[in-house]
């Protein structure tokens, strides 16, 4: 199971809980700039508005607040990994909801405790009560009683690369959110000696194999929307994709990547202005953030 692989270990920051706690609703960009200021009572103003953002969320759950979508490289395969964030101030239990492509082969599913995976509680995924399947997804509910993380890991179909005709790579990352968000974060790792091309990437840093990770942010992700990304690059020779006769060429419909691989530090910091607070529609700029291990 890759969860437990030897030579990886999963490391999830969750800036989240930090950044949250001081955006607080405002009308007009001046405003928003200014409550930034006063973080006192924010967190639940926020998850107020985003719950009214959401009139579509069944009874009884509870919307992500943010999330990342990853694709991660393993030396043979690629791997997919979505990751939801709750509100900081949102009172456990929590019950949560996370779409999938529908037919997903499911490596793992469960609430993330942001260190080591000995703290991380999983779920069943093939308990049928946490599943159903709309509208082309495999979507799974669960309750999250000791984390506001959420995590689900599946196993792709498809190569989410494929080579170009001049002779560099292109990936692939898609993602449709089943909630309005503040944002959407899409994250992979690409291979030694490889230089990303593709102008909006951003590097998100070094990994355990020493391999450079890059990120793409999407602000004010809405609903049952499809969101993709194309990452070029260029690799050196026999490195542009994994070597697995398995894994078939072609681009991914839902792209993705485990974070089971993922050891570098996650820099993730959301300064948000409320653009509606009414709506609960949001604006984002984000900076860069670094954690220590």
Request: contains cysteine; charged residues 20%.
């Amino acid at each position: 199971m890759p969860r437990s692989h030897k030579s990886v270990h999963t490391k999830i920051i969750s800036l989240f809980l930090i950044v949250l706690l001081s955006l607080a609703p405002a009308v007009g960009v001046a405003a928003a700039a200014e409550a930034s200021s006063d973080p006192a009572g924010s967190g639940s103003e926020t998850l107020d508005a985003l719950i009214a953002a959401n009139p579509q969320v069944p009874e009884g759950i509870t919307p992500f607040e943010a999330m990342t979508f990853m694709v991660r490289r393993l030396p043979n395969t690629y791997f997919a990994a979505a990751t939801g964030f709750l509100n900081p101030d949102t009172p456990l239990p929590a019950t949560i909801e996370i779409a999938v492509p529908e037919g997903s082969s499911i490596i793992w599913f469960g609430e993330i405790s942001g260190g080591p995976i000995t703290g991380d509680t999983n779920f069943d995924p093939e308990d049928p009560a946490i599943k159903r399947t709309e509208n082309g997804f495999d979507i799974y509910t669960a309750t999250l009683t000791e984390h506001r993380q959420a995590q689900i890991e599946f196993n792709l179909f498809f190569s989410p690369v494929i080579q170009q005709d001049d002779g560099t790579y292109l990936l692939r990352m898609e993602y449709t959110p089943l909630h309005n968000m503040m944002a959407l974060r899409f994250i992979t790792n690409l291979p030694l000696g490889s230089e990303a091309l593709t102008q909006g990437f951003d590097l998100l840093g070094i990994n355990e194999e020493g391999e450079d990770e890059f990120f793409f942010d999407v602000p004010d992700p809405r609903a049952e929307t499809l969101y993709s990304t194309t990452l070029n690059y260029s690799a050196p020779s026999g490195r542009g994709t994994p070597n697995e006769s398995r894994v078939s060429d072609g681009l991914l419909i839902t792209g993705g990547v485990t974070v089971l691989g993922l050891v570098c530090v996650l820099y993730f910091v959301i300064l948000t202005r409320r653009r509606r607070a009414a709506e609960g529609y949001y604006d984002e700029d984000y900076e860069g953030y670094e954690e220590d291990e």
